[in-house]
Each structure stands twice: as structure tokens, then as C-alpha cells.
């Protein structure tokens, strides 16, 4: 985005009014002098102040530990946290209302079409980048704001701390009132710090799992699945004509502007800040 620039003294700076926060310097720089600001001493302050401390671990996380998603919800709870809570579960419901929104949208204009809007790195593109694109983001809430209102709803006087790949979650966590980001960088280093072994850990109990295209939602089709399974359950025979943005770049950036003008064809269009997904973003483990 033309984010970084030299300023009169040669020194690098970044231009937070261009910038995505999609974490790609993040992740090039070759000398670590781009750092996300981290929130991990305000966290574990809160966590010695006694604090109820709610972790909402996101789909991204599976195959990011050693072990299960339920080995690693009840690491969590050994780490300090009072509760903890699958991400995947805010996806049900973003899928549910995305899915609602879409078809919506098609019975008042079959040639228009939609955007995901689970990604933040994608919405503040489009919000600083490509405002002909405006309309078509979906207007529905990511799967961490679903997440938070679900702990807020049980545990109203409980913060929230969304632990992902995500430094675009950052701005998002600011807009939509959640309390903490971690990165599982972060989240690692806590375990390690207090010699907790994911896979020595008992399965954390839960109600329910959530659904296996809700944990998906963190890969690239992910979203596409899900939205399309929700559509054909409620209309059978629905032909979804979907495509996918897989990593923004100028390339990508340009094809999003050929769909917004109506000269390249889809319905659905999943757009991905990080190439295969958040399961790749910039602060993953593997």
C-alpha cells in the first residue's frame, strides 16, 4: 500500500493512514525493526490483579500447538484464564447472518454481489484504499465480535482476550470494544513461561464443539464453504458463484477493482489478507 516511506532523515516510518496493518513488513523485515505493539505485560497484570480474564482462541489455532483444540482451551485455564472459548463458535453465527445478508442481497439485485468482511486487513483496505467497494463488504461482525458478545452476555463483568495470528485484529479489537490481543507467539510464551505442556493437558470440557466449517473459517475457501452449506440447507439447489482474493498484493488489489466495476463475474467473493488464510498470518507459529 505504499505504507513505509524514508522521511528527510533516511529514518523508515510508517504511514498508519495508508497502512492495512495486513503485517507483511512484520513478517519481511530481515532486521526485526517493525514490532506490533504487545498487550501480553497488560494481560498478565490483569490476570495477578485477580481479574476474570476470558480467552477466545481462534480457528487459526488448530495445528499452531501440539495437540488438540480442547488440550489447548485447557492450557489456557492452567495459564491464568477464568474461562475460555472456542472463536470457531462466533464463526456459526457469522456464517448464519452472512449467509442471511447474502441471499438477501441477491433477491433484491441477482447482479450484484458481496464481500466477506471476516478479514480487518481486507476492511481497512477497502476503507482507506477502495471505496468503490464500500457496499459491497458484508455487514457482518467477524467471528471475535460474535465471540466477545457471547462472553459478555454470560460473563458481563468478564474481559475478553482474543488470542490469533492476527495483528489486523489489533485496529479491529480497538473499534469493536474487545478488551486484549495476543498473538499465539505470545500465548506460547506464556505456556512456556509457567512450563505448561499442551499435551499433558486433559481435554478442556465444552458443551459442543463447534461445527467442523466454523474451525475452517481460518483457510483460504473456508468462509466460502461454510456460507455455502448454510445457503443450500436453506435453499436446495442454490448455485453459489463464488471466487476468492487469496493474499492481498497490487495484483490482487487490481482484480478487486475489475469485480467492484463488474468486469470480472462472481456473487461471492472471499477475500483473504494472508495467502491460504489466517492460518498463515503474520504472527502464526507455523
Known amino acids: 500500500m505504499g505504507a513505509i516511506r524514508k522521511n528527510e532523515r533516511g529514518v523508515a ?57 480442547e488440550q489447548l482451551l485447557a492450557a489456557c485455564i492452567k495459564a491464568g484464564f477464568s474461562d475460555v472459548i ?20 441477491m433477491e433484491q439485485d441477482s447482479k450484484t454481489f458481496m464481500t466477506t468482511s471476516c478479514c480487518p486487513a481486507y476492511v481497512n483496505l477497502v476503507g482507506k484504499h477502495l471505496p468503490e467497494l464500500i457496499d459491497k463488504v458484508s455487514l457482518t461482525p ?16 468478564a474481559k475478553t482476550v482474543f488470542i490469533g495470528p492476527c495483528i489486523a485484529k489489533r485496529s479491529e479489537a480497538r473499534r469493536k470494544g474487545i478488551d486484549f490481543v495476543l498473538s499465539f507467539e505470545e500465548l506460547g510464551a506464556i505456556l512456556a513461561g509457567r512450563k ?6 486433559e481435554a478442556h470440557p465444552i458443551d459442543r464443539p463447534a461445527a467442523a466449517t466454523a474451525r475452517n473459517f481460518a483457510r483460504s475457501c473456508g468462509v466460502t464453504e461454510a456460507v455455502l452449506a448454510e445457503a443450500t440447507a436453506k435453499l436446495p439447489g442454490f448455485q453459489l458463484s463464488s471466487k476468492q482474493i487469496n493474499g492481498i498484493d497490487r495484483k490482487t488489489c487490481s482484480m478487486l477493482k475489475l469485480y467492484a466495476s463488474g468486469k470480472l463475474p462472481a456473487n461471492f467473493l472471499e477475500v483473504m489478507a494472508c495467502p491460504g488464510g489466517c492460518v498463515n498470518g503474520p504472527c502464526s507459529l507455523s
Open 196 to 201: 505448561i505442556d499442551v499435551l499433558a493437558c
Open 13 to 69: 516510518e510508517i504511514d498508519f493512514s495508508k497502512c492495512i496493518f495486513c503485517g507483511k513488513c512484520f513478517m519481511s523485515c530481515p532486521f526485526g525493526a517493525v514490532m506490533e505493539r504487545s498487550q501480553i505485560v497488560s494481560v498478565l497484570s490483569a490476570m495477578k490483579r485477580g481479574e476474570k480474564l476470558v480467552a477466545m482462541v481462534a480457528p487459526a489455532a488448530d495445528r499452531q500447538f501440539p495437540g488438540t483444540v
Open 86 to 105: 472456542e472463536v470457531a463458535l462466533g464463526a456459526e453465527k457469522t456464517t448464519e447472518h452472512e449467509t442471511a445478508e447474502f441471499l438477501e442481497r
Open 142 to 157: 467477524s467471528p471475535m465480535v460474535y465471540t466477545h458478545e457471547m462472553v459478555r452476555e454470560a460473563n458481563p463483568g
